[in-house]
């Protein structure tokens, strides 16, 4: 997918996109655990949030940590999203940067702490690599909470969307994403959580959400398409379940946790 269109995609769902996608609290406690055990940190804790969106999972981290403990920095290449973000976070020692991830506008070594929450399929990861690299901490963490193929496929979207999986060629397989992490210089990788979460919806919650567009893969589709995409999942769905039956489904994601051990 070309920058251009991504940033239409996020430009229009901005105003809606808290409402259309699940916000999962279990990674980022994961998060508070593995930071808590690795080390003691001097308060605040510099934290850049790379690819933030609306701000939705630094706003949890900062609740989590309890905000005198932090400092947060929002960081996307989509404007309206940051807009959004900075409504619901004014409360919060966050600052938002409106900026790509391949060239962060940052002193080197300067934050503790970087996390990018589903949005590592947007980047490209040698130069957002390299760039996090940069500006972290010698002992500082990099989080990377994103699904892999195989997770994508399992979910309800994968089973039942016309070409969902097909189409989203940008996740990782977990054996090369395992593969990736593993072999990055001055970093070591210090945990890798596969979570799995239960979901109840009915036929019409998940029509509202592909009408949404909440996944950035729906536009991967053309118009045409992605109509007809849309009518034949309603008919796959319909196969296996009433109208107004409690679908019981599940998402999956995984997170990687790497710590930097040396400069360049």
């Not at 989509?78 to 002193?107: C, D, I, Q, W």
């Not at 994508?152 to 189409?167: A, D, H, L, V």
């Not at 118009?223 to 009518?231: C, F, G, L, P, V």
């Amino acid at each position: 997918m070309n920058r251009l269109k991504i940033l239409k995609h996020f430009a229009e769902i901005a105003p809606v996109y808290r409402h259309v996608r699940t916000l999962d609290p279990e990674p980022i406690f994961a998060i508070k655990d593995i930071l808590v055990k690795h080390k003691k940190w001097k308060k605040p804790l510099k934290i850049a949030d790379i690819g933030a969106g609306t701000g939705r999972y630094t706003e949890l981290l900062i609740k989590i940590l309890k905000p005198e403990n932090v400092k947060t920095i929002l960081v996307d290449a989509s404007f309206e999203m940051l807009s959004v973000g900075k409504t619901h976070m004014g409360r919060y020692n966050a600052h938002f940067v409106n900026s790509l991830a391949e060239h962060l506008p940052f002193k080197n070594e300067v934050f503790d702490v970087i996390m990018v929450f589903n949005a590592i399929h947007h980047f490209d990861f040698k130069k957002f690599i390299r760039e996090a690299r940069r500006i972290l901490k010698t002992g500082g963490f990099i989080f990377i909470y994103t699904r892999t193929q195989e997770q994508n496929r399992n979910s309800i979207w994968g089973q039942y969307f016309p070409k969902f999986s097909e189409k989203e060629y940008r996740l990782f397989w977990k054996d090369e994403l395992i593969k990736k992490i593993k072999r990055l210089k001055n970093f070591k990788v210090i945990s890798y959580i596969e979570f799995e979460y239960p979901r109840i919806s009915t036929i019409d919650e998940l029509l509202k959400k592909a009408f949404a567009k909440h996944y950035s893969t729906f536009y991967l589709y053309k118009d045409d398409e992605y109509a007809q995409a849309i009518e034949m999942f309603k008919e796959n769905l319909m196969k296996y379940y009433e109208p107004d039956e409690q679908i019981i489904h599940t998402d999956e994601n995984t997170l990687v946790g790497l710590r930097k051990i040396s400069r360049e």
